[in-house]
């Protein structure tokens, strides 16, 4: 059976002056950890979006001892940021069985 339950996305448009966008971007980043960026008017350059696509792919086709380097459990990692491997975390533990399939 599915989960009724569904996540607002933050919908942040930056087409206009919008003075609130940076406060705006900073409020999502914290506390979803995810934004859509409606309405740049190639605001961000399609190369840089390609590369960071690029750079993305290129890191989860690494090795895991290069991941690991950069594990949320490493020195080098923040409270909660840094590489976990599969199968280790459940995002809804009382909601899940099995972990999660993600890197």
Excluded: C
């Excluded at 290069?66 to 809804?92: C, F, M, P, Y």
């Amino acid at each position: 059976m599915a989960n009724s339950l569904q996540a607002q996305i933050p919908v942040i448009d930056i087409s206009h002056d919008n003075v609130e966008a940076p406060r705006q971007l900073l409020d999502a980043a914290t506390k979803f950890g995810f934004i859509y960026i409606a309405n740049d008017k190639g605001a961000i350059d399609p190369g840089l979006i390609a590369a960071m696509f690029a750079l993305s792919r290129e890191f989860f086709a690494s090795p895991v001892d290069v991941k690991e380097s950069v594990s949320i459990r490493s020195n080098q990692a923040g409270k909660n940021h840094g590489w976990l491997s599969q199968g280790v975390e459940k995002l809804d533990p009382a909601g899940q069985k099995q972990p999660d399939v993600k890197e």
